[in-house]
């Protein structure tokens, strides 16, 4: 029976429409339109897969993150393929690899009710490892040589995204120590600027979550953009291909709505080894020993131990944040 309530074809539509205004300015036309295509026809392919797949008994919500996570991927990878240089005849080989990789890693780490974070961990290191593997293959059979080779290699979107984040950090922090410009001069930059110039407080804010965005995997703004109304999430997007966007609004605005928004978050939890224990204890109250072992037959070494150490009142030694996924993993599957 098909997923009800999965549209695939719209859903790959909307991705790619949002993804439009993230392609790289630079890229020729022809090069835009390969990376649009790319992710369109992959997410396409991929929706319809799972779309008509009747044994894994999907729902809509995982099939859509499934479409999603291989759009998001086809996006990067399409951009390092093309500032590779490699010649573009092995570009579609190289993305069906990379595709096919996803596909299959995320169906299966899913059927098996993996957290979203080790999930799409697993998924990031066998795209890089699949991506890497590809490129020295062709130099293997002396399609490449190794210059080439090592050029392509080097090519990350997401480590490039990083490295634009820290520049901007910088360039923040040396606007933020220079003298403030005279009202008029001020006025008069307001007028040549249309985030200063014509925002509401909503717009303001909405920049500045674009400037956090910039910042971030791709996949992971995803995930927020889903959750903004569908005006507001275009916004973002739009401010977002703003590639001097940080220079458009002002330190102390940008400080403003950013103090404003910590103040709507939700407070982190304290993750210390003796809330994790406790929880731990109520999630597996009621049930038996035997069938707690049956139920953690099929995990790791370590996640039993911490499990059946807590249970003793005692703490086995795992990073606090790992810990809570694992209890809150088994809190959702009793």
Not at 109 to 128: M, S
Not at 294 to 307: N, P
């Amino acid at each position: 029976m098909a997923i009800q309530g999965f549209n695939y074809q719209e859903f790959a539509q909307n991705l790619t429409q949002q993804a439009v205004e993230l392609v790289p300015k630079d890229f020729s036309d022809p090069e835009k339109q390969y990376v649009v295509n790319t992710l369109l026809n992959f997410s396409a392919l991929a929706g319809e897969a799972l779309y008509n797949d009747t044994e894994s008994n999907f729902t809509a919500d995982q099939a859509m993150m499934i479409t999603q996570i291989i759009a998001e991927w086809a996006f990067h990878k399409s951009v390092d393929l093309i500032r590779s240089k490699l010649p573009q005849e092995y570009w579609d080989p190289i993305m069906q690899k990379i595709a096919f990789t996803i596909f299959e890693i995320a169906k299966q780490t899913f059927k098996q009710g993996l957290p979203q974070d080790q999930i799409l961990q697993l998924i990031e290191h066998h795209v890089k490892k699949t991506y890497l593997d590809a490129i020295a293959e062709l130099k293997d059979k002396g399609l490449i040589d190794i210059g080439l080779m090592e050029q392509a290699s080097k090519q990350s979107n997401i480590d490039a995204m990083m490295q634009q984040m820290s520049e901007e950090q910088a360039a923040a922090e040396q606007q933020q120590a220079q003298p403030q410009a005279p009202p008029q001069e001020q006025t008069a930059a307001a007028a040549a600027n249309p985030v200063q110039s014509s925002s509401t407080p909503k717009v303001m804010k909405l920049a500045t979550v674009a400037l956090l965005f910039q910042k971030m995997k791709q996949e992971k703004v995803q995930t927020f953009l889903d959750k903004f109304n569908t005006d507001d999430a275009q916004t973002v997007i739009k401010y977002m291909g703003m590639q001097d966007l940080d220079t458009r609004v002002s330190v102390p605005t940008t400080l403003k709505c950013l103090n404003e928004i910590r103040t709507y978050l939700p407070k982190p939890q304290e993750l210390s080894p003796s809330k994790i224990v406790l929880k731990l204890q109520k999630v597996t109250e009621g049930i038996e020993r035997p069938q707690l072992e049956q139920m953690l037959k099929q995990e790791r070494m370590k996640v039993k131990r911490l499990v059946f150490n807590a249970l003793e009142g005692e703490f086995y030694e795992v990073a606090p944040k790992v810990a809570n996924i694992i209890a809150t993993h088994i809190e959702d599957s009793v």
